[in-house]
């Protein structure tokens, strides 16, 4: 009964993630589309870069729910009902679009950091792994993007 409970721990963390990652993806198309100033040509290239991983996760982590025997959330409707990070907005300035993207991947770090004990202790090294890969790139991402803000970052 306990690992029944473990694995269904692992794919909602698993389908959390999927959620994040799908409006993440969004968001960042939104950005690469509606930046605009000094930063355009560096912004625009990162938000692409940023996206285009991000795309690569929303597909692994539905593959690796249906691998595990789970069922992936699919529909825009429990997306955002799933997700811990909000939609992009229109009519923000670039250091906006940056400084919601840092705070997103904050958000991002800590769920992972989670999802990596949940897998660790259902036995599921591969998905923790997953996490673990994942929560390092976010994190390196979030730092970079900080750096952009410079001062303007706590």
Known sequence: MAQVKEKTQVIEALN????NNTVLWTKLHNY????????????HAKFEELYDATGIYVD???ERIL????????KLTE???????E???????AKQ???QLTEDF????????????????????????MFIAMAQDIEKNNWMLKAYLGDDVK
Do not use: C
């Open 67 to 74: 691998t595990i025997g789970g069922e992936p959330v699919a």
């Open 106 to 129: 904050e958000v991002l770090s800590a769920e992972l950091n989670q999802g990596v004990k949940t897998a660790e202790d259902a036995g599921d090294d591969r998905t923790a792994d």
């Open 32 to 43: 690469h589309w509606y930046v605009k100033g000094p930063n355009f040509f560096s912004l």
């Open 16 to 19: 959390k993630q999927l959620a």
């Open 87 to 93: 939609e992009g907005e229109y009519g923000i300035d």
């Open 79 to 85: 997306v955002l009902e799933e997700s811990s990070i």
């Open 60 to 62: 692994d982590i539905a």
């Open 97 to 99: 679009m940056v400084k």
